[in-house]
């Protein structure tokens, strides 16, 4: 009696929780809402940052998100997230998609949907000259300084198995606390990393960028699992960006030659979601 | 949603993190309550002292620490303080470990500013007659608290003590953010390397609210073996 009683509640509630599913689409809350909440992290130049003149949140990351708000029809609003709250915060749906530097990998495939792949990046060590250091292997022991929550702590233990890792939680501190001296290598995206280093100025020549990349790093937009309308909009955005060259326009603006980065060219086309 | 599933935070990988990172803020608490709870002494001392330069002295640190967030100064002494150090020793520090170690500056400081004013309470609660019997005995004003007010006020504010060492224990947990290896930081790698942030909070709640009891345990034993004796 007791075992029937309760397959019958799991099964109603199995029911209750299939209906609301079945109901719920985020695309048609957004559209009804007027508005689109992205959550960016806003420390990470050129990905998200704030303008140091208009005080507003730009950048790579920010601009797609302001062209898919636009494809929907709606106000892009964008609110600041640490890194370690990111996929904390789209699951609980305080934002409605992550703009977030945010890498797609497997392990977060059980949590989230992903986007079209936005940007590829490797992850990168930049370490102070004085530290005689010039190889990854030789991080051994070494303490090295990064950000609380994303893949580059994982990464760099996998890169050197013994290595000592001390976490913040912007990537800005851990970039501080190397200035200051407090380790001697600092983990991040190389796209990030490129432009700290450029932000050094003069004392550039102090600082060394590690050759070898620690890990490929394909960055995507995160969605929050089962919306098929909210991927296809955004996805169908994003296709729209890489046909029209806006695409290219995008990464010249915020990646190019004349910007901290200076990259020359894409590597990456923004038209797959798989990894 | 995953189901609720303690075992994985109850053996294997995260498990060995999470106890680090208890060990980590227990050291944490233990370090700043030893070096607090003299500091409280001397400052309760101070605002206290017959000379108004000291007790000035004593107004302005209890002043000046207690109405900055401790976020703010465990930011100061992690990012900003030591960089005025001299070269040499600057290195010698940051070779060390430098987290832990501007972790408990932070938080003996933060801690002793609040203890001191619960001190300077229990002496008050000493009727000032016994000061005076103490000077008339011919003891100086450090002599007459040291051997007549003070042990007879520490037991006075033992149950305030308490919960200031409940607050300190729970105050190590925001060294996280100058990269202090303590629960919570272990907690959040646990959450972003299993997506698991039930679980690894569920762990150190119960840990916050295990140690925090047994503190509470430890000054109730105390109060009762060392009574307040009324004069």
């Not at chain 1, 299939?18 to 689109?36: E, M, N, R, S, T």
Request: proline share 4%.
């Amino acid at each position: 009696m007791r075992l029937t009683f309760r397959t019958a509640l799991a099964a109603t509630l199995a029911a209750v929780a299939l209906v609301g599913a079945a109901h719920a689409d985020q695309l048609d809350d957004i559209k009804k809402k007027g508005v689109i909440v992205f959550g960016v992290l806003g420390t990470d130049e050129p990905n998200s940052f704030v303008d140091p003149k208009s005080r507003d949140i730009v950048g790579y990351e920010v601009d797609i998100a302001k062209a898919i708000a636009q494809k929907i029809g709606v106000k892009a609003e964008f609110k600041q997230l640490a890194v370690a709250a990111r996929i904390p915060e789209l699951q609980q749906g305080r934002v409605d998609v992550l703009a977030a530097s945010l890498t797609h990998n497997k392990e977060r495939e059980s949590q989230i949907d992903f986007s079209l792949t936005t940007f590829v990046t490797g992850q990168k060590v930049l370490v102070k000259t004085s530290s005689g250091i010039s190889d990854i292997g030789q991080l051994a022991g070494k303490k090295v300084l990064t950000v609380k929550g994303g893949t580059q702590e994982p990464n760099i233990r996998k890169a050197v198995p013994n290595v000592d890792v001390v976490t913040f939680e912007t990537t800005q501190q851990a970039f501080l606390a190397l200035q200051q001296g407090k380790g001697v290598g600092y983990v991040n995206d190389e796209a990030s990393l490129v432009n700290d280093y450029a932000k050094l100025g003069p004392a550039k020549k102090d600082y060394a960028i590690l050759p070898t990349s620690i890990s490929v790093e394909p960055l995507a937009l995160g969605i929050r699992k089962n919306e098929p309308a909210l991927k296809g909009v955004i996805d169908g955005t994003l296709r729209g960006l890489e046909s029209s060259g806006e695409a290219d326009k995008l990464f010249l603006k915020w990646y190019g030659p004349t910007t901290k980065l200076q990259f020359d060219k894409r590597s990456f086309k923004i038209d797959s979601d798989k990894i | 949603m995953p189901h609720f599933d303690l075992a994985l935070v109850l053996h294997g990988q995260y498990h060995d993190w999470l106890v680090a990172g208890l060990r980590l803020s227990l050291a944490l608490a233990g370090t700043a309550f030893v070096c607090a709870l003299p500091l409280a002494i001397v400052v309760a001392l101070l605002r206290l002292a017959p000379n108004l330069a000291l007790r000035t002295l004593g107004a302005a640190y209890v002043e000046g620490i207690r109405n900055v967030p401790l976020l703010a100064h465990l930011l100061f002494w992690y990012f900003g303080a030591p960089e005025l150090l001299p070269d040499g020793l600057k290195q010698r520090l940051y070779a060390g470990n430098v987290e832990f170690i501007c972790a408990s500056i932070a938080l003996t400081l933060y801690t002793a500013a609040y203890m001191a004013e619960d001190i300077r309470s229990g002496i008050r609660a000493i009727p000032v007659v016994q000061f005076e019997a103490g000077r008339a005995l011919g003891f100086g004003f450090l002599g007459t608290m040291r051997r007549v007010i003070l042990p007879q006020a520490l037991r006075i504010t033992v149950p305030p003590l308490v919960s200031q060492t409940l607050n300190l224990w729970k105050d190590t947990s925001i060294a996280t953010v100058i990269g202090v290896a303590e629960m919570m930081y272990q907690a959040a790698r646990v959450e972003s390397a299993s997506f698991r942030s039930a679980e690894s909070f569920a762990f150190v709640s119960a840990a916050y609210l295990g140690v925090s009891l047994l503190i509470t345990a430890l000054g109730a034993w105390y109060h009762h073996r060392y009574p307040v004796r009324t004069a």
